[in-house]
């Protein structure tokens, strides 16, 4: 098998230039076991372990059979020949990144279809004309339903990570677009697992299909070294993360919750060790230039939750931290799987509080891992050997200066008009006596002084200072003429009876005093 080349299995000269200028030129288990069948043109499906190369299995008979004479005629806008389902946008990226350089060697397009952002560009490159379409479901069955899309020229089509799709809840989507691709179609289907309601996709779509297994479909990878830590409370457990995230190799951290992966990448910058973290509140634009930043290596620590346990390949990867354990032990199999991929070597640490090794011990029972748990901290001499070479301090870049809430200077017409009113006030306080104080009224500034200024009126129109010499009611005294208590008195003495008068509230036995206030 060391000797077994691409060429030697069938795959096209150019296809063969093209992976021998990435430096692939021995073909990995699940490569060469389905290659003759994929490239004769049968449905195949793949199971294999996560980071075998299952990409390259199915990109390699895609472009060979769309790039030759017998491909279906001439591109036309908005119905591609070959389909690539993923679930999830970073994947779908990431299998169009190993799709260019091989459909280059033929002059073929390719486009990434995926929601989270404007459909816009999506749509003027299948108006242009692909070859190959590589999406996830959901967006891809929108622009299907908009008439932007149609598979009614699909000559192969290929299903990756289908067991996920399944845990998503994708496969009622799925199997509306499977059903729009032509019956005779090639289809190819690879997935970890057959659970899941994948065994009847295979079922449905697959006809004659030959299955290639190249282990066990929910085995861990050979060449990981599996480590869980136990520690003593939440301090020890922040102290061990961080010593661990200080090496110089290239590692990542899986939190369960996207606020706590944000949170601890954040955390970890400001204790100079450069991190970026990757989850589902991240915008495209803001997902795309983390994950470059640590493909490129200018940030060695990934702080994720389990949207980057799929399909997120990035070489060289020594290190995965589970600093939250995960729910089921699928999710710790795909986690573990970024590390000792290809052939790689890698390890995985697992750090749990004493309260959860009681769940953790079942799910790595269910994973068929066997590890001894450890007590550690920081200094311990296998923590210390997994940190290696502690990369040196970075300084975070200082924060930008935002202004508080409420801080800033509005410019809105309102707010113009209140600090021309201010400093109008102010510029009246200011002025020598005698000269008297502007006026308060908006957009008044010009009158100077009290006596030529408009009249300050209440909410009923009267003015200010009729309202301020107007007598309380209730006060005791009449709204009518004034009069002293002598005149008072002598007036309630002679007083007589008086008919009740209409529209009077009171009775006739009261005096005319009573009678003037109750009339109002």
């Given at each position: 098998?060391?000797?077994?080349?691409?060429?030697?299995?069938?795959?096209p000269?150019?296809?063969?230039?093209?992976?021998?200028?990435d430096?692939?030129?021995?073909?990995?288990?699940?490569?060469?076991?389905?290659?003759?069948?994929?490239?004769?043109g049968?449905?195949?499906?793949?199971?294999?372990?996560?980071?075998?190369?299952?990409?390259?299995?199915f990109?390699?008979?895609?472009?060979?059979?769309?790039?030759?004479?017998?491909?279906?005629?001439?591109?036309?806008?908005?119905?591609?020949?070959?389909l690539?389902?993923?679930?999830?946008?970073?994947?779908a990226?990431?299998?169009?990144?190993?799709?260019?350089?091989?459909?280059?060697?033929?002059?073929?397009?390719?486009?990434?279809?995926?929601?989270?952002?404007?459909?816009?560009?999506?749509?003027?490159?299948?108006?242009?004309?692909?070859?190959?379409?590589?999406?996830?479901?959901?967006?891809?069955e929108?622009?299907?339903?908009q008439?932007?899309?149609?598979?009614?020229?699909?000559?192969?089509?290929?299903l990756d990570?289908?067991?996920?799709?399944?845990?998503?809840?994708?496969?009622?989507?799925?199997?509306?677009?499977?059903d729009?691709?032509?019956?005779?179609g090639?289809?190819?289907l690879?997935?970890?697992?057959?659970?899941n309601?994948?065994?009847?996709?295979?079922?449905?779509?697959?006809?004659?299909?030959v299955?290639?297994?190249?282990?066990?479909?929910?085995?861990?990878?050979?060449?990981?070294?599996?480590?869980?830590?136990?520690v003593?409370?939440?301090d020890?457990?922040?102290e061990?993360?961080?010593?661990?995230?200080?090496?110089?190799?290239?590692?990542?951290?899986?939190?369960?919750?996207?606020?706590?992966a944000?949170k601890?990448?954040?955390?970890?910058?400001?204790?100079?060790?450069?991190?970026?973290d990757?989850?589902g509140?991240?915008?495209?634009?803001?997902?795309?230039r983390?994950?470059?930043?640590?493909?490129?290596?200018?940030v060695?620590?990934?702080?994720a939750?389990?949207v980057?346990?799929?399909?997120?390949?990035?070489?060289?990867?020594?290190?995965?931290?589970?600093?939250?354990?995960?729910?089921?032990h699928?999710a710790y199999?795909?986690?573990?799987?970024?590390?000792?991929?290809?052939?790689?070597?890698?390890?995985?640490?697992?750090?749990?509080?004493?309260?959860?090794?009681?769940?953790?011990?079942?799910?790595?029972?269910?994973?068929?891992?066997?590890?001894?748990?450890?007590?550690?901290?920081?200094?311990?001499?296998?923590?210390?050997?997994?940190?290696?070479?502690?990369?040196?301090?970075?300084?975070?870049?200082?924060?930008?200066?935002?202004?508080?809430?409420?801080?800033g200077?509005?410019?809105?017409?309102?707010?113009q008009?209140?600090?021309?009113?201010?400093?109008e006030?102010?510029?009246?306080?200011?002025?020598?006596a005698?000269?008297?104080?502007?006026?308060?009224?908006?957009?008044?500034?010009?009158?100077?002084?009290?006596?030529?200024?408009?009249?300050?009126?209440?909410?009923?129109?009267r003015?200010?200072?009729?309202?301020?010499?107007?007598?309380?009611?209730?006060?005791?005294?009449?709204?009518?003429?004034?009069?002293?208590g002598?005149q008072?008195?002598?007036?309630?003495?002679?007083s007589?009876?008086?008919?009740?008068?209409?529209?009077?509230?009171?009775?006739?036995?009261r005096?005319?005093?009573?009678?003037r206030?109750?009339?109002?």
């Amino acid at each position: 098998m060391t000797d077994l080349t691409f060429g030697a299995l069938g795959v096209p000269a150019p296809l063969v230039a093209a992976l021998a200028a990435d430096g692939k030129t021995t073909p990995f288990p699940i490569q060469a076991d389905t290659l003759p069948d994929t490239l004769a043109g049968r449905d195949v499906l793949g199971r294999g372990k996560t980071g075998s190369g299952k990409t390259i299995a199915f990109a390699l008979p895609m472009v060979a059979r769309l790039g030759t004479s017998l491909a279906g005629g001439r591109r036309r806008a908005g119905r591609p020949l070959g389909l690539v389902l993923a679930p999830t946008r970073e994947l779908a990226t990431q299998i169009t990144q190993t799709f260019e350089p091989l459909a280059a060697a033929y002059g073929l397009k390719v486009t990434t279809i995926f929601g989270g952002i404007n459909q816009k560009r999506q749509v003027e490159a299948l108006r242009a004309g692909v070859d190959v379409v590589v999406a996830t479901p959901g967006r891809l069955e929108d622009l299907m339903k908009q008439g932007f899309a149609h598979l009614d020229a699909v000559e192969i089509t290929v299903l990756d990570e289908a067991d996920h799709m399944a845990d998503l809840g994708f496969l009622p989507v799925v199997t509306r677009i499977l059903d729009k691709t032509p019956t005779g179609g090639q289809r190819l289907l690879f997935s970890a697992t057959l659970d899941n309601g994948v065994d009847r996709l295979v079922k449905r779509y697959l006809q004659n299909e030959v299955l290639h297994s190249v282990d066990e479909a929910h085995s861990p990878v050979a060449a990981m070294t599996h480590h869980v830590f136990e520690v003593a409370d939440t301090d020890a457990k922040h102290e061990l993360v961080k010593t661990l995230a200080s090496g110089t190799g290239r590692r990542i951290l899986f939190m369960r919750t996207k606020h706590h992966a944000k949170k601890l990448a954040k955390k970890l910058t400001e204790q100079g060790i450069p991190a970026v973290d990757l989850h589902g509140n991240l915008s495209q634009p803001q997902r795309d230039r983390n994950l470059a930043a640590f493909g490129d290596g200018s940030v060695k620590v990934m702080v994720a939750t389990d949207v980057a346990a799929r399909g997120v390949h990035v070489d060289d990867i020594e290190l995965v931290i589970h600093v939250d354990p995960p729910m089921e032990h699928k999710a710790y199999l795909h986690r573990s799987g970024r590390t000792a991929r290809a052939g790689s070597e890698g390890d995985v640490v697992t750090i749990a509080l004493p309260g959860q090794m009681d769940d953790l011990g079942k799910l790595l029972r269910k994973a068929e891992i066997r590890v001894a748990p450890e007590k550690v901290v920081p200094s311990t001499p296998k923590v210390v050997q997994l940190v290696g070479e502690v990369a040196p301090y970075v300084k975070p870049a200082p924060r930008e200066t935002k202004p508080q809430q409420g801080g800033g200077r509005s410019q809105g017409a309102n707010a113009q008009r209140k600090r021309a009113a201010r400093e109008e006030r102010a510029a009246g306080v200011a002025q020598p006596a005698g000269q008297g104080r502007r006026s308060r009224g908006r957009g008044r500034g010009g009158q100077a002084d009290v006596a030529t200024a408009a009249p300050r009126r209440d909410r009923s129109g009267r003015p200010a200072e009729a309202k301020a010499h107007a007598p309380k009611q209730g006060g005791g005294q009449s709204r009518g003429a004034q009069t002293t208590g002598a005149q008072r008195s002598s007036s309630s003495r002679g007083s007589q009876k008086q008919p009740l008068r209409v529209g009077s509230l009171v009775s006739p036995n009261r005096n005319s005093r009573t009678n003037r206030r109750a009339q109002g």
